[in-house]
């Protein structure tokens, strides 16, 4: 849920990859919404991408440690594959993917989220 300031608000214990993933969805149609590929733009659209979302985060003020990454790239007939791995406790521990595509390129957002132990 939005926090009226714009705010993304967790549940205190645990990381909320469905509204982490409507948070990516919107930084990334906002920075690459209505744009065609343009191979001089994808490094500043793809940290764009990942400075806007990686903000959010840190203004929610969590005991967690993020990570987000993103590849913005041409669309082609051979498509775009990516895999990642972990190992942690799912119960305070998160991760969400995002896959965006329009007629010219297709992006990944990976974010992982890793609880800190006081």
């Not at 390129?105 to 890793?114: D, K, L, Q, S």
């Amino acid at each position: 849920r939005w926090h009226p300031i714009g705010i993304l608000v967790q549940d205190p214990v645990g990381f909320n990859a469905d509204e982490a993933h409507n948070i990516v969805k919107e930084c990334v149609d906002g920075v690459l919404g209505g744009e065609d590929c343009n191979q001089n733009n994808i490094n500043q659209w793809t940290a764009g991408i990942v400075e806007e979302f990686l903000t959010y985060l840190v203004k929610l003020v969590k005991a967690y440690k993020y990570i987000v990454t993103g590849a913005v790239i041409q669309r082609s007939a051979y498509g775009f594959h990516t895999a990642s791995s972990w190992f942690w406790d799912s119960t305070s521990d998160g991760t969400c993917t995002v896959r965006w595509e329009n007629r010219t390129m297709n992006c990944i957002v990976n974010v992982f989220a890793i609880a800190v132990v006081l």
